[in-house]
Structures are given as C-alpha cells and as structure tokens.
C-alpha cells in the first residue's frame, strides 16, 4: 500500500490476483447481500415467465413473418399463372367465337347444297317418273347393266331413311316440298317399273329386298301420315303381286294380313281401296291362300272389309264389296273342305 491506494501485482503464476482494501471488499460484500435480498423480489415467477412467453411470441411472429413472405410468394406465382391463364381462355375464346362464325357459315353452305341437291334430285326422279310412265323406257333401263338394280337399291334406302325421320323430326305433308316431291318420285318410278310384265318379274326375282322394304315401311307409317307415299307404295305391292313369284314371295310374309288390315284402318279412303286391292290379288291366287292360311279368315279382317261396304266413296265401296265375297267364298270353301273330312 502506497497513498492509501491499492497496487495490483502479479506473482507470475498460474493464477492473477489483486489486492483490494479491505473497507471495499466489504462494501462489496454488503452489496451482494443486499441484491440477494432485492432481486427475487423483482425477478419473480411471473415476470421470469412473461419474459420466456415473449421470447416465444417473438420466435411465433419471427416464423409467421416466414410464412406471410412465403404465402406472399407463392401469391405472386398465382396472379401470374393466373393471369396467364385468363390470357390463354380469351385467346380460346376468340378462338371459339371465329369457330362458331365458321361453323354457322359451312352450316348455312350445306343447307344451300342440301336444298338444291333436293332440288336436283326432285326434278331429276320427276323426269324418271314421267318416262318410267313409258312401257318401252323399262326394258331399255333393264338391258343398261344392272344400273336399273343400283337405282333402286339407292331408292329404297332413301325412302326408307325419310320413313325413319318421321318418328323424330316434325314433317307437314306438303306436296310442294321438294322432299315431298323427290320421295313421291321415287315411289312413283317403282311402281311404274312394277307396272310392266319384265319390270315385275325384275322385282319378284332380284329385288326381294325392296319388297321388304316396301312393306316394312308401310307397316312403320302411322295412320294418315303421307297417304300418297302409302298409296305408291301399295300400287307397287299390288304391280308385282300380278307376278306369281312375286306374289309367292309377297304371301310368305307372315305379317302381310296383319298390314293389310292396319292399312284399312288408316283413314283415308285411298289407302283403303289399294289395300283392299292387293287383299284381293292375294285372294284370287291359291298357292297364297294355301301360305297365308287362316289369317285370310281372321272375323277382324272380315268385319273391317264389312264396315267399308259402307262407304261413301263408290270405288272404295264396290272394292270392299268385291272382296268381302271373296272372303266369304274362301270361308265357305274352307268349310265345305272340313265337312268332306
């Protein structure tokens, strides 16, 4: 000690030290004790852990901080896919609109190319009607290689697609469509073609499947509905029934009387009468009796033939009339034959 001041000195050993006076060493040693005795009374339990749940609050906000930047990122990703996504839908949407445009313009296009395809095809099958009226025009077709055979192959195919689009479109019969006017045409050249002896035996022969054809449709056609197509088709049926192989294939369906009879209920009086027509073509030829057997004496039949006896219609009457005796002749026949037995 010198001047009342402490010398610190060191011994050069492992450990340093200092001397202090003694009247600081306690004043240290009161201090000490007095922070022993202050700290726990401001340090307590509640604070220590206050402090802890800041420090934890402050690592939740550090990593919510993470997150907000994160989700702002992938935010940021979203508006761009977004909006490149709205760009690429108006970019097809443009797209579509000139589709649709195109689309009604080859649509309005087709509709013109159907209807003077229609048009051609009307006036052009009217033609072929109006000479297949020639008994001399038919052999000439028959002799032209089989071309007679394609038409008519392709003429019962569209007859019978406008038959199946009566069930699912709207169709008015009228007579000044060129539908109307190409369907008649058609039907109208067969039943010339049927009209004459090597036209008939053409069709009995190599066409049995316009005669099932003929007859499907007329069986599928509702009542009343386009009674002129009916009546072509049944004038047709009636032509080649002169044909004995004709009417030998026509009777072996077994569901001729049955149409027959459908047919007679149809409303017009036209309809009637050529159905009644080709009853009695059946009637008049045994071998068709002998293959249809008793539908031909079904009361239903007999009765409905009855009821035309009636009408107002003097064609239609004596038809009915003819064939009622026919069909009672045949009944009387049948059961003169059963009394022999």
Known sequence: MSGGKSVAQSYGGKDDFVRVRKCDLEKLTTEVMQLRDFVPRVLNRGLIEKLHKARTAQTVNEHLVKE???????????????????????????????LREQLWQSGTELQQQADFCSALGSATCSLLWSCSASEDTIPHWLADQGKLQSFLAVAAQTLESFVGSLDTEVKTEDHNSQEHQFVLALAGTITNVAAVPCGRNFLSSSLHILLDTLM????????????????????????????????RYISENPR?????????NDGDWEVCLHSLRLLQSVLLEEEAVLLLGSSLLDPDLQARVSHLTSSSNPSLRAAAQQTLEDLQALQQGQGCKQNSL
Not at 68 to 89: K, V
Not at 256 to 264: S, Y
């Open 216 to 247: 499907k449709l007329l069986e599928q056609m509702k009542p009343g509905v386009f009674p002129k197509l009916k009546v072509l088709m049944l004038m047709a049926l009636y032509n080649v029934s002169i044909n004995v192989n004709g009417l």
């Open 256 to 264: 001729l009387i049955t149409l027959i009879w459908t047919l007679l």
């Open 68 to 98: 907000q930047e994160q989700l702002r990122q992938e935010l940021l990703h979203l508006q761009s896919r977004l909006e490149a996504a709205q760009t690429e839908c108006q970019k097809e949407r443009e797209e579509k609109l000139l």
